[in-house]
Structures are given as C-alpha cells and as structure tokens.
C-alpha cells in the first residue's frame, strides 16, 4: 500500500485504498471541512483521485490560492454552464478555463445576448449555488464520451473530442442529482458549499480556437473570491482601472489612436510621441552610461536564419513572412538572433568581454486579432532590448549590475514595488537537460549573491533558457510584467558565436537576453494608467502653461515662455480672450503639471502665480523661483 509523505516530513503508510478525503481525515475533522483538492507529487487532484502510489502530498483547502483558482474553475465549469442550458437550452458551450482574477466561458447563443441579460444569469447561478450539489467524477473513454455529447447536441465538445489523441480517461464532472455534466480536465471542487461570491462582469466577442475564419462566440467574463471583501475590492479595482484606461485616456489627451487599417499598430500623435521620445532618450542614456553599445539591425530577415537559431519552428505562426526572388523572408519578431550576427564579425578576444549590446529594436508578431489590446498587446512594437555577452563566470556580476539598473530605472518611473520571478525550463525547448542545468545554476546562483529574493514560477522559462521576470506593482495594486534577464547557452552554439579566450581557444560565450521596459507602447500604456494621466514634469509632452487674464499680459506671458524653451522646458501660452476659470479648468484636463497665471499685478512685479495639477492653491513665485522649480520638477540641470 502506498507511503504518504506529508508537508511537516511526516511519512504514514495506509493498509487500504485512498484518496484525498481519507488522507485529509487521518490529518484532522477540520481539514477534511476545508478541503477541495489534493496535491500528488506536485500534480493536483480530485479528493477522489485514488492513491495507488507513494507520494509527496499536500492538501489544498478553499482559502489557499489553489483552492481559489479551483473555486473559480468549477464556477465557470459547473454554476455558469449550467445556469447558461437552464436559461437558454439551445446554447452550445465551447471552452471555460480560468484567468487571472476570475474565469470565462464561450458560448454560441442562438440569439446574442447583452449584458442586460447578466442579473438573470446570476440569480440562476446562485440558485445552482445554494442546493450545494456534490460533484462527482467519472471516466469515459472516446467513443462513449463522443456519444455522450453529440446526444446533448454539444458541437464543440464533440469538436474538442474529436481533435484529442487520447482515446480513454476523458473525465466527466456531473453535479449530483442533476442531469447536468460537463468535460473538463479538473480538478472540481467536491461539492458547490465551496463556491465562493462572484459576478459576471463584462461580455465580448471570441472566434472559435481564436480564428477569424471560424464563427463568432460570446465570451461571458466573471470573477469570484473566497469572500465578499476581496470580491467588493477586486470590483472596485476594476471601476479605477476603467477610469484610468489609457486607450481612454490616450484619446481624451490627443496622445495617439488606432484603427482597423493597420490594426495592432500605433498612430503616435505629437503629444504622445513626445512621451515616446523622452523615454527613450532616458533610456539610451542611461544604457550608454552603463557600458551598452547602441546598434541597429534589418527588419526583413531570410527564413534560413530563424530556421537555424530554432525560432522558425518555435514563433512561424507568429512570424509575418513575403516571399522574394524565390526565398522566404520573415518580418523580425525578436532581435536576437541578429545581435549574434554582430557578434559574430571579426574575431572576439576575452578581453573584449563582457559585449552589451543594445537596439531599440522595432519587431512585428502576427497576433490574433481577438488578443489585441491598445498599447498593451500590439502586434507591431520597440522593444528596449540588448544582448550582454560574456563568459560563464562572468554572470554574477552581469546579473548583479543589470538588477541594480533596472531597479534604478523602476525607481525613477515611480515604481518602487518590484518582485523577481525565476522561470525554470518549459517543457518545449532546445538544448539538453546537462545545458539547462547549468543555464539554470548560473542564474539562481546569480541572483542569489546579487542579493534579491525571488519566487518560483516553474516551466515558464524562454525555449532556449531561464529567465528572471521583473513584476511591478502600479498605483491601484495590479502587477505587469515588464523586464526580463534570460541566460541563453543555446542560441550562440546554434548561431556558432564564439570568442578566443586566453590560452588561444575558442569558446562560446553566453548570451544574455535583457529587457526593461519590456516594449516602450506597454510600458506607456502601464505609465498613463498608474498615473491616471498625470505623468511626472519630466515624462509630459506639456509640463508648464502660461495662462494670461487680460490682453496686456501677453507680452510678458510670451517672453516667459520663451525663455523656458530656451533651457528645454515644454511650454505653451493661452493668450485666448476667455475667463481664467475656464482656461485653467481646461489646461487641468489636459493634464499639464503646471500653470502659471500672469495678470497685470504679476507682470508689474515680475512674477507668476503658479498652480500646481492636482491642487488649487496658487504660490506667487518671483521669475527666478519659478523657473528654479520647473527646472528641478522637469529634472533640467
């Protein structure tokens, strides 16, 4: 019988058949009332998964993060499908998994709905809700699973079945006494006790397996939580996201639009491409000084390239690719492998190590066009991107120095909450285990002496090695992935760079893949939403506006502003014959940091009334004060 070891190094051996309830019970009544999975040797499962083996194991209760997460798939999975059939008999379901905060489901309605219809759906889900059905379990193989739900006339599921190599061990979650059942990988809640508040929150249009070519579906969206505090804040969350939508605000601001003709891409307008630029002079500064040598490389690029660096193979799908003269070119959706070809011209010593290489790469990834979402997810962007090549042991000081400049930059943009995330080897990859294992060592080991803690976040890693992923944290708690340092042993073996080191040998250097920003379209989306618009002096397009009450002011308003100009300041005047109430309420809307309120009595004493965004408190400042504190708020030397 199997030998269970338990989270406290407890070993107990069982003399009869068990599972997760059994287990749960031998540990204590009131774990077994809180259980809702099990964890066998890192894999969850049902509670009624039998044990057949020894194993590492490990409860999941209703309050863990696991518990959550399977909370909100049984949700979706058992409470909204079922209340969908009971309300609309002739809908037929598709896919259902869970997503970060919450869960959704594709249906094909045979009329669409709207949002309007989400009160009844949620009156029917709580009324599922409150009869507690247990969830029982059950395997079919493909034949009887095929036939099960091509009697309920359930096209996708049978679609799902069909397109599945395996041919038994299809689960089946069935809630009791109910005629309902659904396909579904689980692991289920035992019974829906456990199901948490939730709500349905919005509702959009998702093609089949993402293809335009395949018929539209609706995508009902909603979220769930162990309580109504976490769910009433999460609510909230979303009302304060909405408001600081940069797609929104990016329009009402005149920083950019988008439109079909040339969708996933950006129409920068002058406003917005200031942002654009101030950032990337920030950043190629701030490079330079760290060592980094700025290069630029082709965006049409012969397939024969990507085929030998493993890209073509890995991202083809994603590639957009012409053909010419009888070749295959692709569009670059990564600079790396052309960075090795850099590398790769001339003969490179030891002493030249490590080489930072950096490009403001532009790169274009065919993304569906279903996935696409304002700055956030385009499918042409600049990438911060830059290569460090070096030897093995010079990865702790490579990895030391590029944490150290990342954490200033985060600083700099006002983000001071940053967690580092260690992405081990994904089960697609290239290189062998002995490869990885090394790769995989040198950065823990990196990171661990540079001295940062970090979470695991296992099977995530890069195809061709491990990564350290850099979280930040915005203003109203949400988190975005943004820089990335990955250790890559493959590609300069794939691509042969090498270097000659000191005893006359060659060598492969390592290659170290790094970003900050990540790509500067999202780390813009990122900074107008954290900031709701009010980006700091430095980053605006406009920091300071004069604003003149009468006709006799103008002149003194247009000398001010030139010299402001002069020592790089962004400055308008608003000369128009309007009341001052009126200018300052509309220059507020356009999110200018400062303005300065010229009247006789300011031009007479050589002065400027100056209101801050945000308050509206005026400070009377002599010229000198004034233009001192522009310069330190826009960061002028």
């Known amino acids: 019988m199997p030998r269970i070891l ?105 009329k669409p709905i709207s949002i309007d219809d989400f009160p009844a759906i949620e009156k029917e889900m709580n009324s599922i809700i409150k009869k507690g059905s247990q969830i029982e379990k059950s395997y079919k193989n493909k034949k009887q699973v095929k036939e099960l739900f091509h009697s309920k006339q359930e096209i996708y599921k049978v679609k799902i079945i069909d397109e599945s190599e395996q041919e038994k061990d299809f689960q089946i979650y069935e809630q009791k006494d109910s005629n309902f059942f659904d396909l579904c990988r689980g692991p289920h809640l035992p019974s829906l006790k456990f199901v948490g508040p939730f709500k349905l929150t919005k509702l ?117 690719t012409s053909e010419s003269e009888d070749k295959t070119l692709a569009i ?45 997810r385009l499918r042409s962007f600049v990438q911060d991107d830059a290569h460090i090549f070096c030897t093995e042991e010079q990865i702790i000081s490579e990895t030391s120095e590029f944490c150290k400049l990342l954490m200033e930059v985060y600083e700099d943009f006002g983000f001071k909450d940053v967690v580092i995330k260690f992405s081990d080897r994904p089960v697609n990859r290239a290189g062998s285990d002995k490869v990885w294992d090394r790769a995989e060592k040198s950065l823990t080991n990196a990171v661990e002496i540079a001295g940062y803690n970090y979470e695991l976040n296992p099977g995530e890693g890069a195809f061709y090695g491990p990564k350290l992923e850099f979280v930040l944290r915005d203003a109203i708690g949400r988190d975005w992935q943004c820089g990335t340092l990955q250790v890559d042993f493959v590609l300069p073996e794939r691509l042969d760079a090498s270097y000659i080191g000191e005893d006359g040998k060659k060598y ?16 813009i989306g990122i900074l107008i939403e954290n900031y709701s618009g009010r980006l700091p002096a430095w980053l605006s397009p406009i920091q300071v506006a004069l604003a003149t009450i009468n006709s006799d002011c103008i002149n ?65 400042l002599s010229v000198e004060d004034f233009i001192k504190k522009i310069k330190i708020s826009c960061r002028i030397a």
């Open 6 to 110: 338990f989270p406290d190094g407890r070993t107990q051996s069982f003399e009869k058949e068990i599972n997760g309830f059994v287990i749960a019970e031998s540990i204590s009544k009131s774990l077994l009332k809180k259980a809702v999975a099990i964890s066998v040797n890192g894999k969850q499962k049902d509670l009624c998964d039998v044990i057949t083996e020894d194993a590492e194991i490990n409860i999941i209760t209703k309050d863990s993060d696991e518990g959550l997460e399977i909370m909100r798939h049984t949700l979706t999975a058992q409470v909204l499908a079922k209340a969908i059939k009971t309300i609309y008999p002739k809908a037929k379901l598709a896919i259902g998994p869970t997503i970060e905060n919450g869960f959704y489901y594709d249906v094909l309605f045979e």
């Open 204 to 320: 959009s249009g998702a093609y089949w397996k993402g293809d335009s070519k395949n018929e539209m579906l609706q995508r009902i969206y909603g979220t769930a939580w162990t309580n109504e505090k976490d769910l009433a804040n999460y609510l909230n969350q979303i009302e304060e996201a909405e408001k600081r939508d940069h797609r929104k605000l990016g329009k009402e601001l005149g920083l950019f639009h988008f439109q079909e003709q040339a969708a996933g891409s950006v129409f920068w307008h002058p406003k917005g491409w200031t942002i654009y630029q101030n950032i990337m002079m920030y950043i190629r500064k701030k490079l330079e000084k760290a060592g980094y040598k700025e290069v630029n490389t082709p965006q049409l690029v012969e397939s024969s390239l990507w085929k030998d660096s493993g890209h073509w193979d890995k991202f083809r799908e994603q590639m957009f």
């Open 332 to 376: 670059k959706p990564m600079n790396c492998p052309c960075h090795v070809q850099i590398f790769r011209q001339g003969i490179k010593s030891y002493k030249q190590l490590p080489l930072r290489m950096s490009e403001f790469g532009c790169c274009h990834r065919n993304e569906p066009s279903g996935a696409l979402h304002g700055l956030m």
């Open 508 to 523: 492969r250097p390592v290659m170290l893949h790094r970003a900050i920003l990540g790509s500067f379209e999202r780390f």
């Open 556 to 620: 003194y308003a247009e000398e001010l502003a030139n010299d402001l100009k002069k020592i790089n300041v962004k400055c308008i005047t608003d000369i128009r014959n309007e009341k001052l109430n009126y200018k300052i309420r509309e220059l507020s809307n356009q999110k200018i940091n400062f303005i300065g309120i010229i009247g006789d009595k300011e031009v007479e004493n050589k002065q400027v009334a100056l209101r801050t965004l945000g308050t509206k408190n005026q400070d009377v």
